[in-house]
């Protein structure tokens, strides 16, 4: 029977015992940190063997370059296939980056706001008026931050499980200040939904009203299954080709949750005319990314095969982790139509939603029991939730152990919290 | 005897003479380059040791921060401590970035131009009318490229084999619009000049009339010594804050020429108000940097006294082929009225100075023969050297017997150069 069918002296009651068990739990004086998405050191230990100096051998590319001095720009060829074969894009259409994607995020942005697109008759958008961005949510509080503080204006457009309200967007696109969106195609942190081919090709083709409308599509999930495999997906290039506005769309990738976060590579994917473009500007910008770092992930990882490989005992350890919080969610709040929760078949979080106004509550209370959660609200532009509902679950750092304990735990004080809304009421 | 003291007759007969060598030299179909200041392989074989696993053993820096994974965006205590020794600078006044030094000036920048550099009352460049910039010259090319792209103007200011020419500056800046500077205070990049103290101190004290006066200080080769050890030289941090002025200057340095170029430790430095600007900024920008490289240079290094261990072995392999260069201008131009040189005490360039009207001729005729110079005027803003007449030699990268036939080549070409100017007169 669902809470807000109870008659309130029942929901008291269950308050009490709940509340006995959050009494429980906090006189454990737990230390629990749920707030990030980062591998465990299980998963970590799978690309110990990339720091091998047999990796290095030579220190020479395929193409004959020293790797140790300075010296091109977009990537050595063998670290361009790799990442070029996981993006789904030609060799040409791609620059192997340095160990942190969403900083090339923030060049893209920066280099459009002091040197524009390279759209014609495009000014840079540090000279527009105004900017607005859309940014479909649930979403990426790094995403937000960096177009936040860039001072566009963001506009939240609901995912739907499938992709954005494609709908809202165009009407959206039809002002010639919305400049652009954020997009996280496949398992999207924090719904884990996977775009619609449909849905991508309407983004891809709608019609917008700045020429120089951009999406900056982060597909940092692109292989990152929890099962057999990654999802089948339209490429959101291929896409923009197909559509005639191949300009529409940068595309990005890292392998930071494949090898080592912070040590990895990165890319930006492009037509061929935006990559032309984005090596003008990168060329001011440094002379080189670490081609070493380069070298030893293309000989430890392969190629595509040997990304999907090494994702499989990824997915190995992720993917009890996945199932032991639903479980337990669906053990203590099935019914009670008090909590949804996503089911993701990738990624790497479970995004919940709680009665209305009752997010930024549930996380103060699991803090008592020294449990943190992403702030409720972070998954919002400006950090604000309008209705206070969504919480962002990291399930992947903890052991077992304490992520169950610490679901155990949020599950009290989703109880604790809805009732307290519904006696409210 | 000078070449203008020489009747033209004279004159003809030398130039027939250094033709006939000119045309041998075309005919022996040679390729050299010149160009850039690279270590050559011997220096690049020095750190191989580094990519050895044993110094990654344990995967935890000293703080016990895991450093495969996110986190720790001002990089791990002990790469810290090693670059402010290296740099002079408290580890409280550093941030240790990626393998780019180069981009963190950009980064740096592109921060003043968006976000303002942090001073009351000052607005984002990008808002001011009109962004002036000092550039001492002979300089790096990399620094007037960025600061050129961005929109400033740039106004060259003479060096004088102990900084630039003061006087002229303290006029320049008290042009509200003249926002800051370049300057590379140790073994300058060409000339190789090392800043006096007495500058030092001048550019730490002078008064400016723009309050967000910044001087980006890139003290690219402050380890990098010819001889017995670094040049003692006092610090520009140091200077700003004794002078009242802490937040005029950033500082920045790297290790690309002590391990690996493109896969180094970059550092900022700078008062701690300015960390905490900086560190307020990339948060927006990035997540961290490369931790595991962080760890890896800091083992192998080890501390201030195995960078200069490690310099020594630099210098070994580098003394000679200064030597050879200084030679051979000496055997074949000395006395002759026609080239100034640099004899520096590191770094990794020759300034050499033709008659006027002579230095792109000189580069082309030695084009001719296969031997690559950088660009004359490269070394000016907007590449263009009013008096054409400064050239960039780059001796670390070649072999000893390359660099001295390419030497000898210059020095036919000068001469040929040289006389037809004096012919024209």
Same mark, same amino acid.
């Given at each position: 029977?669902?809470?807000?069918?109870?008659?309130?002296?029942?929901?008291?009651?269950?308050?009490?015992?709940?509340?006995?068990?959050?009494?429980?739990?906090?006189?454990?004086?737990?230390?629990?940190?749920?707030?990030?998405?980062?591998?465990?050191?299980?998963?970590?230990?799978?690309?110990?063997?990339?720091?091998?100096?047999?990796?290095?051998?030579?220190?020479?590319?395929?193409?004959?370059?020293?790797?140790?001095?300075?010296?091109?720009?977009?990537?050595?060829?063998?670290?361009?296939?790799?990442?070029?074969?996981?993006?789904?894009?030609?060799?040409? #259409?791609?620059?192997?980056?340095?160990?942190?994607?969403?900083?090339?995020?923030?060049?893209?942005?920066?280099?459009?706001?002091?040197?524009?697109?390279?759209?014609?008759?495009?000014?840079?958008?540090?000279?527009?008026?105004?900017?607005?961005?859309?940014?479909?949510?649930?979403?990426?509080?790094?995403?937000?931050?960096?177009?936040?503080?860039?001072?566009?204006?963001?506009?939240?457009?609901?995912?739907?499980?499938?992709?954005?309200?494609?709908?809202?967007?165009?009407?959206?696109?039809?002002?010639?200040?919305?400049?652009?969106?954020?997009?996280?195609?496949?398992?999207?942190?924090?719904?884990?939904?996977?775009?619609?081919?449909?849905?991508?090709?309407?983004?891809?083709?709608?019609?917008?009203?700045?020429?120089?409308?951009?999406?900056?599509?982060?597909?940092?999930?692109?292989?990152?299954?929890?099962?057999?495999?990654?999802?089948?997906?339209?490429?959101?290039? #291929?896409?923009?080709?197909?559509?005639?506005?191949?300009?529409?769309?940068?595309?990005?990738?890292?392998?930071?949750?494949?090898?080592?976060?912070?040590?990895?590579?990165?890319?930006?994917?492009?037509?061929?005319?935006?990559?032309?473009?984005?090596?003008?500007?990168?060329?001011?910008?440094?002379?080189?990314?670490?081609?070493?770092?380069?070298?030893?992930?293309?000989?430890?990882?392969?190629?595509?095969?040997?990304?999907?490989?090494?994702?499989?005992?990824?997915?190995?350890?992720?993917?009890?982790?996945?199932?032991?919080?639903?479980?337990?969610?669906? #053990?203590?709040?099935?019914?009670?139509?008090?909590?949804?929760?996503?089911?993701?078949?990738?990624?790497?979080?479970?995004?919940?939603?709680?009665?209305?106004?009752?997010?930024?509550?549930?996380?103060?209370?699991?803090?008592?029991?020294?449990?943190?959660?992403?702030?409720?609200?972070?998954?919002?532009?400006?950090?604000?939730?309008?209705?206070?509902?969504?919480?962002?679950?990291?399930?992947?750092?903890?052991?077992?152990?304490?992520?169950?304990?610490?679901?155990?735990?949020?599950?009290?004080?989703?109880?604790?919290?809805?009732?307290?809304?519904?006696?409210?009421?």
């Amino acid at each position: 029977m669902e809470y807000k069918d109870l008659a309130k002296n029942e929901l008291k009651e269950i308050l009490a015992e709940e509340y006995r068990k959050f009494n429980d739990y906090k006189n454990l004086g737990l230390s629990y940190d749920m707030t990030r998405g980062k591998p465990c050191k299980l998963q970590l230990d799978l690309s110990n063997e990339m720091e091998s100096e047999k990796f290095l051998q030579g220190f020479h590319s395929i193409s004959d370059q020293e790797v140790r001095n300075y010296g091109v720009l977009d990537g050595i060829p063998e670290a361009k296939k790799l990442m070029s074969e996981m993006l789904g894009v030609g060799t040409d #259409e791609l620059v192997v980056g340095g160990s942190s994607s969403l900083n090339l995020m923030y060049d893209m942005l920066v280099r459009f706001m002091l040197f524009g697109t390279g759209t014609e008759g495009c000014k840079p958008w540090s000279k527009e008026e105004k900017i607005k961005w859309i940014c479909p949510v649930p979403g990426y509080d790094r995403h937000f931050l960096i177009t936040e503080k860039l001072g566009f204006e963001l506009i939240a457009v609901p995912l739907q499980g499938d992709g954005p309200d494609m709908d809202r967007i165009e009407e959206l696109v039809k002002d010639a200040n919305v400049k652009g969106m954020w997009m996280i195609p496949k398992y999207s942190n924090p719904t884990g939904e996977v775009y619609s081919d449909e849905k991508i090709r309407r983004l891809a083709s709608m019609k917008t009203a700045a020429k120089d409308f951009r999406i900056l599509c982060d597909d940092a999930y692109t292989v990152h299954f929890l099962k057999n495999g990654p999802a089948k997906q339209l490429n959101m290039l #291929e896409a923009c080709k197909e559509a005639g506005n191949p300009e529409r769309v940068f595309l990005f990738g890292s392998t930071s949750k494949i090898t080592f976060p912070g040590s990895g590579l990165s890319a930006v994917c492009g037509s061929e005319k935006n990559v032309k473009y984005l090596l003008t500007y990168l060329n001011i910008q440094t002379i080189c990314y670490d081609k070493i770092n380069q070298l030893r992930h293309a000989r430890f990882l392969g190629d595509y095969s040997g990304i999907i490989a090494h994702m499989k005992k990824h997915a190995k350890i992720l993917l009890p982790k996945f199932e032991a919080v639903d479980k337990i969610l669906n #053990e203590e709040l099935n019914g009670l139509g008090i909590l949804t929760w996503t089911k993701p078949e990738g990624g790497y979080f479970i995004s919940i939603d709680t009665l209305p106004g009752c997010a930024a509550a549930v996380v103060a209370k699991a803090k008592e029991c020294g449990v943190k959660f992403t702030p409720a609200g972070s998954t919002f532009p400006y950090k604000k939730d309008p209705d206070d509902r969504n919480i962002r679950i990291a399930p992947t750092l903890p052991p077992i152990q304490e992520l169950e304990a610490a679901i155990r735990i949020l599950c009290v004080c989703v109880k604790i919290c809805s009732i307290e809304k519904l006696l409210e009421a």
